[in-house]
């Protein structure tokens, strides 16, 4: 049995991998290394209950001369969205959440949004589908240039310093993109889904996942942040050689307290061993 829980086959061949083309797909990887193109990479793959491959590439660390481990942890970003989703609907499973139901009957500041820099009221309510589906009318403020993202940028929406309620309290008073129902457009309708959650629930996004849906399923390396022993392996971007940095990415810390915001769309962590044994992404 390996770590993360899933037998290891005796070879690729045994669980109908081709070792030769594995081999061609870590020459590739091994090849970004050397590019720096990546720092470093995992590959696992579970075949019919099985590991059938599992290799570490590179560094965990460039800068810091540490190899990547097959245990390294890393951030998740988007993959936050599905678990986000898997919550809403074990709570409208469970009667608690209606996913027809208008987001107003959930946050009530949602109950008058307004559409576009000219702040037209919005014709169609925003509804908990909506959010699921991307189709909320809002969106993300880093992705493109029209007036209303310029407006969202403005008050910092994404801010990692402030909780989901003061996070929807900010975007309830800002317009939409387009009328709720129209358009789908990749956004923060999970981060407001995730404080859905919240509300419907009595419980923080942080302790469900970890209490209905990481803790039962084994996922113990998979939340919010990355603390004690697992600092040392959270996987860490190179160095950018136009600007000398490293580009800037969420540090995985607990926020300053309990309430702290917990983004529902895009900042949870996790090892690829506890992917490949969750099936989570």
Known sequence: MTAWGLPRAEGPEQVGLSSARLERAATVIREDVERRLIPGAVLVIARFGRVGYAEAFGWRDREAKAPMTLDAIFRIASMTKPVTSVAAMMLAEEGRLEIAAPVADYLPEFAEMTVGVERREAQRTMTVQDLMRHTSGLCYPFIGDEPVRRLWREVNVMDEGQTNQEMVAKLARLPLLFEPGTTWEYS??????????????????????????????????????????????????????????????????????????????????????????????
């Open 188 to 281: 923060m309708s999970t981060d407001v889904l995730g404080r859905v959650v919240e509300v419907a629930s009595g419980n923080s996004l942080a302790d469900f996942f970890a209490e209905r849906i990481t803790g039962p399923l084994g996922m113990d390396d998979t939340g919010f942040a990355a603390t004690g022993e697992r600092t040392a392996r959270l996987a860490e971007m190179q160095t950018d050689p136009a600007t000398g940095k490293r580009p800037p990415m969420p540090i995985l810390r607990p926020p300053a307290s309990e309430a702290g915001i917990r983004v529902a769309g895009a900042s949870c962590r996790a090892p690829p061993t506890t992917c490949a044994s969750a099936r989570c992404c």
